[in-house]
């Protein structure tokens, strides 16, 4: 198993910028597809970015491509989100994951095996 452990959450104001860490631990990191999502209470979780284990596949939803960037860095183990013009809809707890099994679609939640506690994103407008 692995485990999963965000950071760099917190209160910013419309059109500023945030960068999310998640740290992984537990096992070999890099061959593990990683994957942002986000939850507000009473919506759905949503997809919001994901990464191949090599970095060179990169997926995003469409409404977040070009202010959202997902990158990685297998030798800390550590996957980013960075977040640039950020908008009041993006608030939201920020949750890393991981396909342990590199089930497809990225988009699909149920494909990710491993789960963060999230960290929580407030953007004020």
């Known amino acids: 198993q692995v485990q999963l452990v965000e950071s760099g959450g917190g209160l910013v104001q419309a059109g500023g910028s945030l960068r999310l860490s998640c740290v992984a631990s537990?096992?070999?990191?890099?061959?593990?597809?990683m994957g942002w999502f986000r939850q507000t209470p009473g919506k759905e979780r949503e997809f919001v970015a994901a990464?191949?284990?090599?970095?060179?596949?990169?997926y995003y939803v469409d409404s977040m491509k070009g202010r959202f960037t997902i990158s990685r860095d297998n030798a800390k183990n550590t996957v980013y989100l960075q977040m640039n013009s950020l908008k009041p809809e993006d608030t939201a707890v920020y949750v890393c994951?991981?396909?342990?099994?590199?089930?497809?679609?990225?988009?699909?939640?149920?494909?990710?095996?491993?789960w963060g506690q999230g960290t929580q994103v407030t953007v004020s407008s």
């Open positions: 994951a991981a396909a342990l099994n590199g089930r497809y679609p990225a988009a699909n939640d149920q494909n990710y095996d491993a």
């Open positions: 537990g096992r070999t990191f890099n061959n593990i597809r």
């Open positions: 990464i191949s284990g090599s970095g060179i596949s990169r």
